[in-house]
């Protein structure tokens, strides 16, 4: 029988999640096209001429953007748990929520300082 009982259905699950990416990967190996030749290994095969060269340097603040909606982000991930265990929580996890939003309050501020959410 099986040692850990109760474990089956984990398994289980353990089993078919990683069969579901094998079968994915080998199912596109299979269906896709096989023509190899000079169209195939240009740039993005979109028919277009490439213009330029692929290494441009791109602005700052699009990083700057996405790193703030990044922290919103994040922010959003950890507070949504709290949130529906809030009345389990108690007092204490409450000041540690406002600690946390406080903490991003001071990057969100430290990032419309430095211009980050401009888009211009």
């Not at 079968?23 to 269906?31: E, F, G, N, Q, T």
């Not at 709290?82 to 389990?88: C, D």
């Not at 409450?94 to 980050?116: M, N, S």
Request: charged fraction near 15%; glycine fraction near 8%; proline fraction near 3%.
């Amino acid at each position: 029988m099986f040692i850990l009982s109760g474990y089956e259905y984990l398994l289980g699950f353990l089993l078919l999640c990683s069969l579901v990416p094998v079968l994915a990967l080998s199912a596109s190996k299979v269906l896709r096209p096989s023509s190899e030749g000079a169209a195939r290994r240009t740039t993005y095969e979109c028919g277009m001429e490439p213009v330029g060269g692929a290494w441009i340097q791109f602005n700052i603040r699009y990083y700057m953007f996405a790193l703030v909606f990044l922290i919103f982000d994040v922010e959003t991930v950890f507070l949504y748990p709290w949130a529906v265990a809030f009345h389990e929580l108690g007092v204490l996890a409450f000041i540690e929520a406002l600690i946390f939003i406080a903490i991003l309050i001071v990057g969100l501020v430290y990032a419309w300082r430095k211009g980050a959410l401009e888009w211009s």
